[in-house]
């Protein structure tokens, strides 16, 4: 834990009593502070009563004593309304702020020169994260990986110089986080995503850009033309990221070329084309930019080197479940949109591809130009009549219904194939509300029914 003093002797109001929430308040009551919490969800307050927290209807409380209020990231701030209690803090001039927000006063007063690595992205931060961690913790060095990924940041130990912090952070924990300032900050790529919390794109990519500004070193992907507009706007203490399309861009980067991360002068610094938890264009950027913060934390390129090959991967992100004869059989159930399934799709050719679920804004038409890799499609979940609509004619299908009829058809139908190595591909540019409680549970499903094919 990090016992958060900077509040010690204050009272301080806390909304939302989940694990992060839960963790936040007893770091503040270790650091001396007073705590008066609640949440929407009697469970919540019952399981923060339990543990010795204060809880109070905060629409009860008297606000003119608050010197903040620590707002759980998953309730608006601003979209689609702000919640309530936040109307309550602004008529009383109270601060509004998250857990992240606590973890970096207590850095500065503490330990201020510790090593701090923050990621965000539209796309792959937990990878990133769970990338950078992994080749710090091989080379020997003490780490501390959490905030959206895993563990609440202030169940982490604290901050110290010979500790690094590895945080991923989604837009939600940065717009409550007015003093962000890591010693490395990484944006990796910037797409539409939770505009029903921030309204607009561009106010989406302006809170993810702060972590830019405050960061004392900054690696940025630039692929997209927003976070190149961030960079540019970055100036100094900067490392650009690029897998290159365009050679103009290449020149000034950090670059990605047939699976070689090169400096700008072209000189190879590490390989990762044979590494198989980081197949695919965007995971060869996820593998650039940990490169780049390994390289900023002193960590030897040998050692680097032996750490991208060791990485394991995350499990429902391009997860190599098995192979069985000539078919690999991949969890991508992570993949909840048609965005992240292109990766996957760039990342393989002679797919059986097994998509479908609840289906988000525009569907798979964005993947047309894909269509051409995939030997056969199999359909399951909600989205199965609009999904055969996209593919009639341009994609053979089948309509299976549920999992465990795909998992069957795509395995028959990869091993019958010609292909030298079909790959039999979960990958649902969907939610999985319709079948499944969540991506974790679709993805685990996956899993045991291809370990369990004879």
Same mark, same amino acid.
């Given at each position: 834990?990090?016992?958060?003093?900077?509040?010690?002797?204050?009272?301080?109001?806390?909304?939302?009593?989940?694990? =992060?929430?839960?963790? &936040?308040? $007893?770091?503040?009551?270790?650091?001396?502070?007073?705590?008066?919490?609640?949440?929407?969800?009697?469970?919540?307050?019952?399981?923060?009563? %339990?543990?010795?927290?204060?809880?109070?209807?905060?629409?009860?409380?008297?606000?003119?004593?608050?010197?903040? $209020?620590? @707002?759980?990231?998953?309730?608006?701030?601003? !979209?689609?309304?702000? !919640?309530? &209690?936040?109307?309550?803090?602004?008529?009383?001039?109270?601060?509004?702020?998250?857990?992240?927000?606590?973890?970096?006063?207590?850095?500065?007063?503490?330990?201020?020169?510790?090593?701090?690595?923050?990621? &965000?992205?539209?796309?792959?931060?937990?990878?990133?994260?769970?990338?950078?961690? !992994?080749?710090?913790?091989?080379?020997?060095?003490?780490?501390?990986?959490?905030?959206?990924?895993?563990?609440?940041?202030?169940?982490?130990?604290?901050?110290?110089?010979?500790?690094?912090?590895?945080?991923?952070?989604?837009?939600?924990?940065?717009? @409550?986080?007015?003093?962000?300032?890591?010693?490395?900050?990484?944006?990796?790529?910037? &797409?539409?995503?939770?505009?029903?919390?921030?309204?607009?794109?561009?106010?989406?990519?302006?809170?993810?850009?702060?972590?830019?500004?405050?960061?004392?070193? %900054?690696?940025?992907?630039?692929?997209?033309?927003?976070?190149?507009?961030?960079?540019?706007?970055?100036?100094?203490?900067?490392?650009?990221?690029?897998?290159?399309?365009?050679? /103009?861009?290449?020149?000034? /980067?950090?670059?990605?070329?047939?699976?070689?991360?090169?400096?700008?002068?072209?000189?190879?610094?590490?390989?990762?084309?044979?590494?198989?938890?980081?197949?695919?264009?965007?995971?060869?950027?996820?593998?650039?930019?940990?490169?780049?913060?390994?390289?900023?934390?002193?960590?030897?390129?040998?050692?680097?080197?032996?750490?991208?090959?060791?990485?394991?991967?995350?499990?429902?992100?391009?997860?190599?479940?098995?192979?069985?004869?000539?078919?690999?059989?991949?969890?991508? =159930?992570?993949?909840?949109?048609?965005?992240?399934?292109?990766?996957?799709?760039?990342?393989?050719?002679?797919?059986?591809?097994?998509?479908?679920?609840?289906?988000?804004?525009?569907?798979?038409?964005? $993947?047309?130009?894909?269509?051409?890799?995939?030997? !056969?499609?199999?359909?399951?979940?909600? %989205? =199965?009549?609009?999904?055969?609509?996209?593919?009639?004619?341009?994609?053979?299908?089948?309509?299976?219904?549920?999992?465990?009829? /795909?998992?069957?058809?795509?395995?028959?139908?990869?091993?019958?194939?010609?292909?030298?190595?079909?790959?039999?591909?979960?990958?649902?540019?969907?939610?999985?509300?319709?079948?499944?409680?969540?991506?974790?549970?679709?993805?685990?499903?996956?899993?045991?029914?291809?370990?369990?094919?004879?």
């Amino acid at each position: 834990m990090t016992p958060v003093t900077t509040f010690a002797g204050q009272r301080v109001a806390l909304f939302g009593l989940g694990a =992060s929430g839960l963790a &936040t308040a $007893l770091a503040l009551k270790a650091g001396g502070a007073s705590v008066i919490a609640w949440d929407d969800n009697a469970e919540g307050v019952s399981k923060a009563a %339990a543990q010795g927290i204060e809880t109070v209807d905060l629409r009860e409380a008297d606000w003119s004593g608050f010197a903040a $209020l620590v @707002l759980s990231p998953g309730v608006p701030l601003t !979209h689609p309304a702000p !919640h309530w &209690t936040v109307a309550l803090a602004k008529a009383d001039g109270t601060a509004i702020i998250g857990d992240i927000e606590l973890f970096c006063r207590e850095r500065r007063a503490i330990a201020p020169g510790a090593p701090f690595v923050a990621i &965000t992205g539209t796309n792959g931060k937990s990878t990133t994260t769970a990338l950078v961690a !992994h080749i710090l913790a091989e080379a020997g060095r003490d780490v501390q990986m959490g905030g959206n990924i895993g563990t609440a940041i202030l169940s982490l130990e604290p901050p110290a110089a010979s500790r690094v912090h590895v945080v991923e952070l989604s837009s939600f924990q940065i717009d @409550l986080t007015p003093s962000l300032d890591p010693s490395i900050g990484v944006l990796l790529n910037l &797409t539409p995503d939770h505009l029903d919390r921030h309204g607009t794109f561009a106010q989406y990519a302006a809170i993810k850009e702060r972590l830019i500004r405050g960061s004392d070193l %900054a690696i940025v992907g630039i692929d997209d033309g927003p976070s190149r507009a961030v960079a540019d706007r970055r100036g100094g203490g900067l490392v650009r990221v690029h897998v290159p399309r365009d050679a /103009a861009l290449a020149a000034e /980067a950090l670059v990605v070329r047939d699976g070689s991360v090169r400096d700008p002068a072209g000189a190879t610094i590490a390989d990762v084309a044979a590494i198989r938890s980081l197949r695919g264009a965007h995971n060869w950027q996820n593998a650039a930019v940990a490169v780049a913060v390994a390289q900023a934390l002193g960590i030897d390129p040998a050692a680097i080197q032996a750490g991208l090959e060791s990485f394991p991967g995350l499990p429902h992100r391009m997860e190599a479940v098995r192979v069985r004869g000539r078919v690999l059989f991949v969890n991508d =159930s992570k993949a909840t949109n048609a965005d992240s399934t292109e990766k996957a799709l760039t990342a393989f050719r002679d797919i059986h591809w097994i998509l479908g679920g609840k289906a988000k804004d525009g569907g798979i038409f964005p $993947l047309a130009p894909y269509f051409e890799r995939i030997a !056969h499609a199999y359909l399951i979940g909600a %989205a =199965s009549d609009a999904f055969a609509a996209t593919l009639e004619g341009a994609v053979p299908y089948t309509r299976c219904g549920t999992l465990d009829a /795909a998992v069957a058809a795509a395995a028959a139908g990869a091993e019958a194939s010609g292909a030298p190595e079909p790959v039999v591909l979960l990958s649902p540019a969907c939610a999985s509300y319709d079948q499944f409680r969540s991506f974790e549970q679709r993805g685990d499903v996956f899993r045991h029914l291809v370990r369990a094919l004879d």
